[in-house]
């Protein structure tokens, strides 16, 4: 399924926007995600909707993940006929980035509940609220399609920024004169290699006037004589009438160009992005804390934005009451086999796990009597802690000894 699509009718401001600054006046009709021309503008949105789209989103009960939850499989695996999960998330946060909003309608049962989540393309979705009516209404008009209204319920409505809480506002909008001055560094350099004039040397012949094809003639036979890997480090032989200068090429103007990441980083901010995942690099900072700086500056603001409207719109009331949805982000909490299995060692050590638990989280079978859960002795009620210091400074028997504590150490 393409992201965009050509239209013949008049384009809403996002997309005026979204043309005027990636794709330029020329950019008229285009037909999907590789008509970003912008590198860094690609690996942003690429980076963020990818990442989102491969996190689980989990559904809550009382704050217990329900593992075998209709509501997840829905969201996660299969949202419709047509794509998977994987593919709807990652359509809505795309056109979210790009066109500061995305939809998706919510087709239920004769009861309410969700049964199918079919992505809405932003051309053809109008949301308006109605004059002196505390009221949204969603307009759809599909291509070949009969119109329909359409219930702000059964509305997906993802916006990561809006000054109304209707309207979405694309990051695109602060970043044209960043997106222009990178787009002219490079067809700087474009242009250098492609027009300019690059010369290994200079044969001067003097004392007379050539034409061009004596000029040719004693190019070629020249570079027949000294160029090539077979003519390395041999000695030119030039006639009386020769000389023969070597030039340099100026590559001060292709340092600055190449060496310049101010709209790269001004890209970065923009979309909320650590630097180094648009390839600046990132000095004194281990990947652990990356991912972490990452998720907690970045990542869970999206999350926050994506779940709330879920919640919102998915789980009425009193569903909402107990369900809730929420992000899975153990993937980027644990980075690396060795935190992952501290984790695991220190939850299970803690009574927080049991083994089975433990044993799950590497996919390993459940075995028999694997459900009990171990604590260390050396802990005592908290309320007891002033009687055991009394006891202790009078060299008095612990109370409670014999339940385990103090007495065990």
Known sequence: MAFFRSMDKQQSLAEKQFNEIILGVDGLSYTSVNAIKNSDVFTAVQTLASDIAASPIMVTQNGIEEKDSDLFRLINEKPNEYYSGYFFKYILVANALINGQSYAEIIRDKEGNP?????????????????????????????????????????????????????????????????????????????????????????????????????????????????????????????????????????????????????????????????????????????????????????????????????????????????????????????????????????????IFSLNNALAEYGFSPIPNGDSRYMSLNYVNIDLMDEIQKAKAKSLPIPSASEGGEGNV
């Open 115 to 351: 049964l199918e989540l079919i992505h809405l393309l932003n051309s053809e979705v109008y949301v308006e609220q109605l004059e002196d009516r505390n009221e949204i209404l969603y307009r759809y008009y599909p291509s070949g399609g009969k119109e329909r209204t359409l219930k702000p319920e059964n509305i997906i409505h993802l916006k990561f920024f809006s000054l109304d809480g209707i309207t979405g506002i694309g990051p695109l909008s602060s970043l044209k004169h960043e997106v222009q001055s990178q787009e002219a560094g490079k067809r700087l350099v474009t242009d250098f290699f492609r027009k300019g004039t690059n010369l290994s040397g200079i044969v001067n012949v003097k004392k007379g006037l050539l034409s061009p094809e004596a000029k040719d003639n004693i190019r070629k036979e020249f570079e027949k004589a000294n160029s090539g890997s077979k003519n390395q480090q041999q000695v030119a032989v030039l006639s009386d009438n020769e000389e023969f200068t070597p030039v340099e090429i100026n590559t001060k103007v292709l340092e600055i160009v190449n060496n310049y990441t101010h709209s790269t980083r001004q890209i970065a901010k923009v979309f909320g992005l650590p630097a180094h995942k648009l390839g600046i690099e990132q000095v004194n900072t281990s990947l652990e804390q990356a991912n972490l700086d990452y998720l907690t500056n970045t990542l869970s603001n999206y999350f926050t934005a994506i779940a709330s409207e879920l919640n919102f719109k998915m789980l009425p009331y009193p569903l909402n009451l107990a369900k809730k949805f929420q992000f899975d982000t153990r993937r980027f909490r644990e980075t690396d086999a060795r935190t992952k299995r501290e984790n695991v060692i220190a939850l299970l050590q803690n009574g």
